[in-house]
Every structure is written in C-alpha cells, then in structure tokens.
C-alpha cells in the first residue's frame, strides 16, 4: 500500500524527486473535481488563486499546478511570490474556491510542497485530502477522457498591480483585472490593508531589524513594517530562491541577532521560507521564542479584554515555563498534538481566538485562518510601541525552562515499552512539579523523540539521556 500523499502540512518531498511537474498537475486537477463534484466549488468554473515561495523549482511547479487547475475546468488567478497566509487571505477575501500555495516553508531549497486552502481560508479537512488523493490514484491508473474543452476550459490571469514574477511587487505593465466574480483591489494590496489594520498602535520610533529568509516575506515584510511607521533594516530579503532558509531566518537566527546589535535595533523579526513563522530577538540580541510570543500576546489580549474565555491554545512542545506564566496569568491554556493545523481544530471547535507553536505558528483566528507571520511581527511590535515597554519586559511574562531534545532511532512502538513506561514515571516522579517528561514517536521516520524540562539544564540533560538509553534498548 503507497503511503499517505498529504503529511501533516500538505504534500512536500524533494522537487523532481519525489514531488514532480506530473504529481502537480495531477493533484490539481483532482482537487478541482474533487471539490466541484461534491458542490464546494459554487459555480461550473471556480476560481483558484495560487502563490508560491522563491524557490527555483516553484517556477516550474506553478506551471504545472496552473495548466493542471485550468485543465480541469477552474479559473486562475497567480499571485506570483507571496506568503503562504496571504493565499489563505485572497481564498476568504476573494470568494475563491481553492487556494495553492508552493513551498516547503522552513525546509531546505530542494525540498518543495503542495498547500490546499479551502473556500474560506481554512486548511483541507483530512477526508477531503483523502479523496483528492483517491481520485488521483484512480487517474493515473484510468486517465480521465471527459475533460473540459473549448470555452469551457479555464483561463489564467496574474492578480492586478502585482508582479507575477515576484522581482519588485511593483506591478507590471502587462498585469490583467481579475476575473470576473473577484473585483475589487488587487489580491495582494487586500492583504496589506487587512495587515495594516490590525494595528493596535502605529510603529513610529522602532528601529526593527526583519529577516526575511530570502524567501516569501522577501517584498512585502519590509515594505509592511514601514507603511506601519517603522525604520526598516531588512536582511536575506533579496528574495534569492537559491538561498532560502540558508543560514538565515527563523530557524537560523544568528546573523539576526548580530544585526540587532549593529544596528542598536529596538527588536528583531525572522520569518521562515512562506512567512507563516514569526520569532523574535529583543534589543540585548536575546531569542524570543514561539512560547514567549504566544505568552506576551495571550497576556495583552487578555488585559484588553479581547483573549475570548481568558483560553489560549498550545502545544504539548511548548515549555513548561509558558504554562506556568499562563496558570500564574489566570489564563486557561488547552493543549493539543504538534501541527498547527491542530492548534486550529481545537480553535475553531472551542471558539477560541488565540493559539500557537514554540516554532512560531502563531494564529489569531479573528483576523486569520491560518499562521501568519508578518500578522505576528504587527502584533508583537505594536504591544511594544503601545506598552512603551521594550520587547525584553514584555517576554518576562514568561521564564523559560532548560528544554533538552533528543532524537532516537527506534519504532514508533518503542515509546510504549513497558520498560520505557516504567523509566518515564520514575523520572516524571523525580522531577515533580518542578519538570517535565514528553515521549513523541516521529510521524515520518523511525524516531522517538524525547524531551525533557526541568528547572537545571544538567537536570534536563541527564534525565532525557537516561530516557533516550531505554527508548534505544526497547
């Protein structure tokens, strides 16, 4: 039996490798009829608007996911290099059908993927994953013969005022209305007006120093940030796709922190490949992680009486130090398994507004439908500049406790060992209220990962290495 196409974010693997031009056009065609055939499309011609990051293979990529949407039927709309929340954006703020969006976020540049917005803005249910899946397989083994043809087929336009090919987000000469059904401004200038009225307080005076990964965030961060009054240092923003994610961005933040200081910056932003992330460093070159973020920002939303049912949702990666910050805030913290896509499940059926990732992933759900980074950084900043507090005060809301990760060759099983159960409760007994013990089998290779809090990194060090030699030996 072929594995499961769609992981936990969409489909990703190496570009011409695993993820080719053919698999592309594939899955777009099925999804176009999987969502026309069960009446999610709204009309006999939907719309479908898709971006892509800056990697090279994204070109050729986009071609075949257009020629694969238009070919089956749905109009398109490319919105050429673009963060990966600004498609979920045009989905909802367009009426479109479908939204795709290329790229492999924080993973290397070979790598690629294969994001699926629903109509509305929202991630594709499992199911409806499984049955774009399914008549894809069913395609390649019966190729379809009833196609559109002739009028029927779809058309294909670049999103107005927006340069498709991602240089200058300027415009281009030859840049086309939308189609019909989808007026309005163009696509993208909603984004920026949608970011830019979050605000909670202009960022005149900050000096922010903004990592853009040389990926998605490359034309739009800097330019956000100075519409919103700040003075704009950005670094990696050459949108050079050859480079994404290299020594640079939210999973490499050395060069951000030494810029901070450089340039004696009030705050420094990084953003990953599709600018879905958003990390922090404050004013001394400190890291302000993912947990520090959603800490700082439950706690203002819950002082301006906005954090709805005083809930925040997390993660069980996030640090025992957020969840003590959070019960010491009054804050009801609910936890849910790693993915953002389940920080928002339990959102939406909870009806809370406030979740997120130690990675970053932050979501507001009532100004987005997904993770948005440069949302985060607007928020982030303008707590700072409304406060009159520096980032550095701000993230004391929380003290973070030495977190240690060790990565296990072993089967999934290992982890219910009895013996492996037998090493966790000791330890989980030796460490009391003071740490924390989190067995988490890999869900795409043969790893357990163990992580281990406590209020020591020695404590920390020791207890996970004990762990990871009885995970190994089970």
């Known amino acids: 039996m072929a594995p499961r196409l769609f992981g936990t974010d969409g489909i990703r693997g190496v570009a011409n490798g695993v993820l080719t031009a053919d698999l592309a056009l594939g899955v777009a065609a099925s999804a176009v009829r999987v969502l026309h055939q069960a009446g999610a499309t709204g009309a006999d011609r939907p719309t479908v608007v898709v971006g892509r990051d800056t990697r090279p293979s994204g070109e050729f990529?986009?071609?075949?996911?257009?020629?694969?949407?238009?070919?089956?039927?749905?109009?398109?709309?490319?919105?050429?290099?673009?963060?990966?929340?600004?498609?979920?954006?045009?989905?909802a703020s367009s009426g479109a059908a479908l939204g795709v969006m290329l790229s492999a976020s924080h993973n290397p540049m070979p790598d690629n993927g294969i994001k699926l917005f629903a109509s509305g803005g929202f991630k594709l249910p499992d199911e409806v994953e499984d049955a774009i899946e399914a008549d894809f397989r069913a395609a390649q083994a019966t190729p379809v013969t009833e196609r559109p043809q002739g009028a029927a087929v779809g058309r294909v336009r670049d999103d107005r005022g927006y340069s498709h090919s991602g240089s200058d987000g300027t415009g281009s000469d030859d840049a086309v209305e939308p189609l019909d059904g989808v007026g309005g401004p163009a696509l993208v200038e909603r984004y920026v007006a949608h970011l830019l009225g979050t605000l909670t307080h202009r960022l005149d005076g900050l000096r922010v120093v903004v990592d853009c990964a040389q990926g998605a965030?490359?034309?739009?961060?800097?330019?956000?940030?100075?519409?919103?009054?700040?003075?704009?240092?950005?670094?990696?923003?050459?949108?050079?796709?050859?480079?994404?994610?290299?020594?640079?961005?939210?999973?490499?933040?050395?060069?951000?922190?030494?810029?901070?200081?450089?340039?004696?910056?009030?705050?420094?932003?990084?953003?990953?490949?599709?600018?879905?992330?958003?990390?922090?460093v404050d004013a001394a070159g400190q890291v302000v992680d993912g947990d520090q973020i959603l800490a700082l920002l439950a706690v203002a939303l819950r002082d301006r009486g906005e954090l709805r049912d005083d809930t925040v949702v997390a993660t069980v990666m996030s640090n025992l130090g957020f969840r003590h910050a959070m019960r010491d805030a009054g804050i009801t913290m609910r936890e849910t398994p790693v993915g953002d896509r389940y920080v928002l499940e339990a959102?939406?059926?909870?009806?809370?507004?406030?979740?997120?990732?130690?990675?970053?992933?932050?979501?507001?759900?009532?100004?987005?439908?997904t993770g948005d980074g440069l949302l985060t950084a607007l928020s982030v900043l303008g707590e700072v500049a409304r406060?009159?507090?520096?980032?550095?005060?701000?993230?004391?809301?929380?003290?973070?406790?030495?977190?240690?990760?060790?990565?296990?060759?072993?089967?999934?099983?290992?982890?219910?060992?009895?013996?492996?159960?037998?090493?966790?409760?000791?330890?989980?007994?030796?460490?009391?209220?003071?740490g924390r013990v989190l067995l988490r089998p890999s869900g795409t290779e043969p790893l357990v990962r163990v992580m281990v809090e406590a209020t020591e990194q020695d404590v920390a060090r020791q207890v996970a290495e004990r762990l990871a030699e009885v995970v190994g030996s089970a």
């Open 347 to 369: 959102m939406r059926t909870g009806g809370w507004n406030l979740g997120g990732e130690q990675s970053g992933h932050v979501v507001f759900l009532d100004s987005a439908t």
């Open 61 to 91: 990529l986009e071609a075949a996911t257009v020629a694969g949407l238009a070919s089956a039927g749905a109009d398109v709309i490319r919105l050429g290099v673009v963060p990966t929340p600004l498609v979920a954006h045009a989905v």
């Open 217 to 280: 965030a490359s034309l739009l961060a800097p330019r956000v940030l100075r519409e919103a009054g700040a003075d704009v240092i950005a670094l990696f923003a050459d949108a050079d796709g050859e480079h994404i994610n290299e020594g640079c961005g939210a999973t490499h933040l050395e060069a951000l922190q030494a810029a901070v200081l450089e340039h004696g910056a009030d705050v420094g932003i990084a953003h990953d490949g599709d600018a879905d992330r958003c990390l922090a």
């Open 387 to 434: 406060s009159g507090r520096s980032l550095a005060e701000l993230a004391a809301v929380m003290t973070r406790l030495p977190q240690v990760l060790l990565n296990v060759r072993a089967e999934r099983s290992a982890a219910q060992a009895p013996a492996v159960l037998t090493a966790v409760a000791e330890a989980e007994r030796d460490l009391g209220s003071k």
